[in-house]
């Protein structure tokens, strides 16, 4: 994808999702299964993503957790999952910066 129209596809692509997503997760524990998920995908980024080495996956994962409920999280997982393997970490990194700060990332 060219350089110059990445920025303005994550722009839409993070436009594109559920009003709703600012919601908390209303007490509604994650599957277990989902947190793995976030934990390992996390890991997986620390490896070819130098800037968030020293961010703690399980807070990451309980960050996400209290913010936003267990289906906002799928549709967000799921937008992410449909781009080039290349530019869903830039995506993940968009949409959940807030909770990578928390958890350790710095800029």
Excluded: H, W
């Amino acid at each position: 994808m060219n350089q110059s129209i990445l920025p303005i596809a994550l722009v839409l692509a993070v436009m594109a999702l559920p009003s709703s997503l600012t919601a908390s997760a209303q007490g509604q524990p994650y599957p277990e299964a989902m947190r793995n998920q976030i934990t390992s995908s996390c890991e997986q980024a620390k490896q070819t993503v130098a800037s968030i080495k020293p961010v703690d996956c399980q807070c990451l994962a309980q960050s996400i957790e209290a913010r936003y409920s267990a289906d906002d999280y799928q549709a967000m997982s799921d937008i992410i999952d449909r781009l080039p393997p290349q530019d869903q970490a830039s995506l993940g990194g968009l949409i959940f910066l807030p909770e990578l700060k928390k958890c350790g990332f710095k800029q």
